[in-house]
C-alpha cells in the first residue's frame, strides 16, 4: 500500500494553484488512489476485482493472461467470470447472515462500513466490476506522448487554458493516434464523428481525429467551451466523457460537483462518466511524476518537421518524389490521411499542411513552390460505385465499365467466388489506383440479401425483465447470410423533382445517417434540409424514412459519392481496429428496444448488429425472437476492462 499513502501525500497536501484549478475532493480520494494503483501497479495480467460505487472495496486482484498471448480473451472472460461468481456467493452468505463465522466471509465483511447490514452485501452483489490493469499501457503511452507533449501543451496555453489538460489523452487512448472505439471515436482524444467535425475536416481522403496535434486544438477548443458553459474544471472535464448537455441536466439537479459525484444517478451516468475526473487527476499524477512510478523512461522525442501548404490536389506519390521521401514516412508523419490516399485512390487533398522532415523541405526550398505547381490538380479525384442489382455478375459489371474481373475483385475484397449481394455497393477503381486485398473479417458464406424492406414503425419497448447471463448459445459464422465488411444499402438518390423552380432529390434513410450529415454532404446549413421537409426541431429520423434534399449546391452524382464514402469509411475504419471472433444468439426480452441493446448489452454500433440480422424489423421486436449478435475482438491491444458475455 505503499503507492496509496504517496499518491494520497501527493494529492490532498499543501493546496497549489494547479490543485485549485482542479481540486481533489475528499469523497473522490479513494477513486482516484484506486487509478493511481491501475495506472502505476497494476499491469493488463491483473484482473482488480472492486465494487463499482466505492472504489475503496478491492476483493481481490486475480491472474490473468497477456491481451497479446493467443486464446487469452476466451481464458480471461472465464477467469473473470468466476472470480465475479465466487464473491457474489460471499456476499450473499453474508447477506442471509451478516455475523457468519466462515473467514472468507469475515475478511469480505471486513471490507466494509462497520455497521453494513444484509441491504448493503445483497446491494454489492450488483457491483462486482473487474478493472484491468494500465500499467504496461500507460508506461507505453508515456512514451508515445513524449513526441507530443510539449506541443500539445502549447497549444492549451496559445487558447489560455491550464497546460495539464494535454494529460488527459492518457485517460482515453494511452496516447494511441491509432485508438479506435467500437462507436467510431477516434485518435489520441477519442472524438466522435459527430462532435469531431464541429472543430476538424473527416471525410474518406482525412481524418483529422487522428493527428495528435490537429486534434489537440480541436480538444482545446472543447475544452473551452465547456468551461465557460460549467465554470469549473470537474465539471468541463467530466463533460468531455458525458456531454455538456448531460453535465448542465446534472449541475442544475445537484449544483456542485461533488454533489454530483456522491448522489447523481441517472442512466448515462455510468461507471465511466462518474470517473473520468478522477481519472484525470490519477493520469496527471503519475505522468507527471513518472519517474517516482517507473523509473528511467527514455521518452519518444519530437520530430525536426517543417509544413508545406498544398494549394492543389496531387497524389501522395508525387509528393514522395517530388520531395524524395518515402510514403511510409509521409503516412507516419500525417496520420490524417485515410488508406485512399494513401493507395492513389484519393488526392491528398487542397488546402492541407503536408507535414515532411525538415531536411527534405529545406533542400527544396526554393523551387519548391513551383516545381509543386506542376504536380496540382484542380478537383479531387471522384470515387465511382456501382450498385449491384437482381441478376448481375461480376463479369457483366466488369464489362459493362471496362474493368478486368481481377480489379474488381481486389478493389471490393471480394472472396474467390466473386460472390456480390443485391444493393451491395461496388466501388470500381480508376486507372493507375493501387490495389491491394484489406484483411477485414472472414468470409462468410453468401445468401442472397433480401430485396425487400421492413417498412418503420414505432419501437415496441416491452416490461422488463432480469436474467443473469443475456446470452444462450453460440451459432456458426459459417451459417450467417452476411459478409460485415459489405457496404449494403439503397444509397442512391431514388428520384428527382422541381419544386419552386429548384432541384430536389428524395433519398431513404439508412443507418447512421443524420440531417446534419446530409447538411455536409449537400453543402447547406441543416434547418434548410429541416424546413424543406417540414421537420421541427428536434424530430429524429427514421429507418427508411423518404427525406427530400435540396441539389443547388452540388450534383446528384456529387452527393452519392459522398453518401457511399461516409459507410465506406465508417466500415473501413471499424475492421480496421475489430475483427469479429464469433457469433451468438441473444433471445429478445421483455423491456428490449434496439437501441438500448446496442448500447447496454451488446456495446456494439447498431449497423454491425443490422448486418448480422438483415430481416430483422428492429422497431417491432417481439418477446422470444433470436437475434445474431457478433462477439467483436479489438485487433492488438484488448479493451480497457473486461465485461461478462
Known amino acids: 500500500?505503499?503507492?496509496?499513502?504517496?499518491?494520497?501525500?501527493?494529492?490532498?497536501?499543501?493546496?497549489?494553484?494547479?490543485?485549485?484549478?482542479?481540486?481533489?475532493?475528499?469523497?473522490?480520494?479513494?477513486?482516484v488512489l484506486f487509478w493511481i494503483e491501475a495506472y502505476s501497479n497494476y499491469s493488463t495480467a491483473d484482473g482488480i476485482i472492486h465494487d463499482s460505487n466505492n472504489l475503496n472495496i478491492i476483493y481481490g486482484v486475480i491472474e490473468l493472461w497477456p491481451p497479446e498471448k493467443h486464446g487469452s480473451r476466451k481464458v480471461n472472460r472465464k477467469r473473470i467470470r468466476n472470480a465475479k461468481k465466487k464473491y457474489k456467493r460471499i456476499l450473499n452468505k453474508l447477506a442471509k447472515n451478516p455475523a457468519t463465522q466462515d473467514a472468507e466471509a469475515r475478511s469480505i465483511a471486513g471490507l466494509f462500513w462497520p455497521n453494513a447490514g444484509p441491504a448493503d452485501f445483497r446491494k454489492a452483489t450488483y457491483n462486482i466490476r473487474c478493472q484491468i490493469g494500465q500499467r504496461?499501457?500507460?508506461?507505453?503511452?508515456?512514451?508515445?506522448?513524449?513526441?507530443?507533449?510539449?506541443?500539445?501543451?502549447?497549444?492549451f496555453r496559445s487558447e489560455g487554458l491550464p497546460?495539464?489538460?494535454?494529460?488527459?489523452?492518457?485517460?482515453?487512448?494511452?496516447?494511441?493516434?491509432?485508438?479506435?472505439?467500437?462507436?467510431?471515436?477516434?485518435?489520441?482524444?477519442?472524438?466522435?464523428?459527430?462532435?469531431?467535425?464541429?472543430?476538424?475536416?473527416?471525410?474518406?481522403?482525412?481524418?483529422?481525429r487522428r493527428d495528435p496535434l490537429l486534434s489537440s486544438?480541436?480538444?482545446?477548443?472543447?475544452?473551452?467551451?465547456?468551461?465557460?458553459?460549467?465554470?469549473?474544471?470537474?465539471?468541463?472535464?467530466?463533460?468531455?466523457?458525458?456531454?455538456?448537455?448531460?453535465?448542465?441536466?446534472a449541475k442544475r439537479a445537484k449544483g456542485s460537483y461533488e454533489e454530483i459525484f456522491k448522489h447523481y444517478r441517472k442512466r448515462r451516468f455510468k461507471f465511466a462518466s462518474r470517473n473520468f475526473y478522477a481519472e484525470f487527476l490519477a493520469a496527471r499524477e503519475v505522468a507527471k511524476n513518472y519517474g517516482r512510478y517507473f523509473g528511467l523512461l527514455q521518452l519518444d522525442k519530437p520530430l525536426d518537421t517543417r509544413e508545406v501548404l498544398l494549394e492543389g490536389y496531387t497524389t501522395i506519390t508525387d509528393l514522395s518524389r517530388h520531395f524524395q521521401v518515402g510514403v511510409d514516412t509521409i503516412q507516419e508523419l500525417n496520420p490524417a490521411l485515410r488508406p485512399p490516399v494513401l493507395k492513389n485512390q484519393k488526392?491528398?487533398?487542397?488546402?492541407?499542411?503536408?507535414?515532411?522532415?525538415?531536411?527534405?523541405v529545406d533542400e527544396k526550398q526554393v523551387a519548391s513552390a513551383e516545381m509543386l505547381e506542376g504536380l496540382y490538380?484542380?478537383?479531387?479525384?471522384?470515387?465511382?460505385?456501382?450498385r449491384v442489382k437482381r441478376g448481375d455478375t461480376v463479369g457483366e459489371i466488369a464489362q459493362m465499365h471496362g474493368l478486368k474481373v481481377s480489379e474488381l475483385i481486389i478493389a471490393n475484397n471480394l472472396d474467390s467466388r466473386a460472390t456480390i449481394y443485391i444493393n451491395q455497393n461496388l466501388r470500381l477503381p480508376l486507372p493507375g489506383e493501387k490495389l491491394e486485398r484489406v484483411e477485414t473479417t472472414p468470409q462468410i458464406t453468401p445468401q442472397l440479401a433480401s430485396a425487400s424492406q421492413a417498412q418503420?414503425?414505432?419501437?415496441?419497448?416491452?416490461?422488463?425483465?432480469?436474467?443473469?447471463?443475456?446470452?444462450?448459445?453460440?451459432?456458426?459464422?459459417?451459417?450467417?447470410?452476411?459478409?460485415?465488411?459489405?457496404?449494403?444499402?439503397?444509397?442512391?438518390?431514388?428520384?428527382?423533382?422541381?419544386e419552386h423552380g429548384r432541384q430536389i432529390g428524395v433519398i431513404r434513410v439508412e443507418l447512421e445517417e443524420t440531417l446534419g450529415h446530409y447538411a455536409d454532404w449537400l453543402g447547406v446549413p441543416t434547418w434548410a434540409i429541416r424546413r424543406l421537409n417540414g421537420f421541427p426541431y428536434g424530430k429524429m429520423l427514421r429507418i427508411h424514412q423518404k427525406v427530400k434534399i435540396p441539389l443547388d449546391n452540388v450534383s446528384r452524382e456529387q452527393f452519392e459519392q459522398a453518401r457511399i464514402e461516409f459507410h465506406q469509411e465508417l466500415q473501413e475504419d471499424f475492421f480496421g481496429a475489430y475483427k469479429i471472433e464469433s457469433v451468438q444468439i441473444y433471445r429478445v426480452k421483455r423491456g428490449d428496444s434496439i437501441w438500448t441493446l446496442c448500447n447496454d448489452v451488446f456495446n456494439l454500433p447498431l449497423w454491425l448488429v443490422k448486418k448480422y440480422n438483415?430481416?430483422?424489423?428492429f422497431y417491432n421486436l417481439r418477446q422470444a425472437q433470436k437475434l445474431a449478435i457478433p462477439m467483436v475482438e479489438k485487433r492488438g491491444e484488448a479493451p480497457d476492462e473486461s465485461t461478462e458475455l
Open 1 to 31: 500500500m505503499h503507492l496509496l499513502i504517496l499518491g494520497s501525500l501527493l494529492l490532498f497536501g499543501a493546496p497549489s494553484a494547479a490543485s485549485e484549478l482542479f481540486p481533489s475532493y475528499p469523497s473522490i480520494e479513494p477513486n
Open 136 to 155: 504496461d499501457r500507460f508506461v507505453k503511452g508515456l512514451i508515445r506522448s513524449g513526441a507530443y507533449i510539449d506541443k500539445i501543451k502549447e497549444i
Open 163 to 208: 497546460e495539464d489538460l494535454a494529460y488527459l489523452p492518457h485517460v482515453e487512448s494511452s496516447f494511441n493516434p491509432k485508438a479506435y472505439s467500437k462507436f467510431g471515436a477516434a485518435g489520441i482524444w477519442q472524438f466522435t464523428r459527430s462532435t469531431g467535425r464541429r472543430f476538424m475536416t473527416i471525410g474518406y481522403a482525412m481524418d483529422e
Open 217 to 249: 486544438k480541436a480538444a482545446a477548443k472543447l475544452l473551452k467551451q465547456n468551461y465557460e458553459k460549467l465554470g469549473n474544471w470537474p465539471m468541463a472535464i467530466t463533460a468531455y466523457n458525458h456531454g455538456v448537455t448531460g453535465m448542465l441536466r
Open 347 to 360: 488526392y491528398v487533398p487542397k488546402g492541407y499542411a503536408l507535414r515532411l522532415p525538415a531536411d527534405a
Open 377 to 386: 490538380r484542380l478537383h479531387q479525384k471522384p470515387s465511382r460505385f456501382y
Open 456 to 498: 418503420p414503425k414505432e419501437v415496441a419497448v416491452l416490461p422488463p425483465e432480469h436474467k443473469e447471463s443475456p446470452f444462450e448459445g453460440k451459432t456458426k459464422v459459417s451459417d450467417l447470410p452476411v459478409t460485415p465488411a459489405v457496404v449494403v444499402g439503397n444509397l442512391e438518390v431514388e428520384h428527382r423533382l422541381t
Open 614 to 617: 438483415p430481416d430483422v424489423d
